[in-house]
């Protein structure tokens, strides 16, 4: 049973760096995993997905400030955020799936996957 846990959420100004990873135990091959967000009131966001074979797709709101990236075999999945402001602030999870019959996407993982428990990260101005 493969567990998921973020670290790295903190507070910060506008204009900062902050990278969130997440911790995977347990045994898997093939994945799909992602990093969403949140603020109360507003549906889940997915902002970022990477395939086993290292694909990547961004949502508009984050292209060319935030990059996913994977350590390779078990090692943790990592999400660098640039120049966040504060619209950035929010709770954010990772998500993964292990089924390589399905095409990994932001969608995909919101339909069905693991999650974290998510770490709050709050920009201010």
């Known amino acids: 049973q493969v567990q998921l846990a973020e670290v790295g959420g903190g507070s910060v100004h506008a204009g900062d760096s902050l990278k969130l990873s997440c911790i995977t135990s347990?045994?898997?091959?093939?994945?799909?995993m992602g990093w969403f967000r949140q603020v109360p009131g507003k549906e889940r966001e997915g902002i970022a997905s990477?395939?086993?074979?290292?694909?990547?797709e961004y949502a508009a709101s984050v292209k060319g400030r935030f990059t996913i990236s994977k350590d390779s075999g078990k090692g943790p999945l990592h999400l660098q955020m640039e120049n966040l402001q504060p619209e950035d602030t929010a709770m954010y999870y990772c998500a993964a799936f292990f089924n390589s019959l399905v095409k990994c996407s932001t969608a995909a993982l919101q339909r069905g996957a693991k999650w974290g428990h998510g770490t709050q990260v709050t920009v201010s101005s």
């Open positions: 990477i395939s086993t074979d290292g694909n990547t």
């Open positions: 347990g045994h898997y091959s093939g994945f799909c």
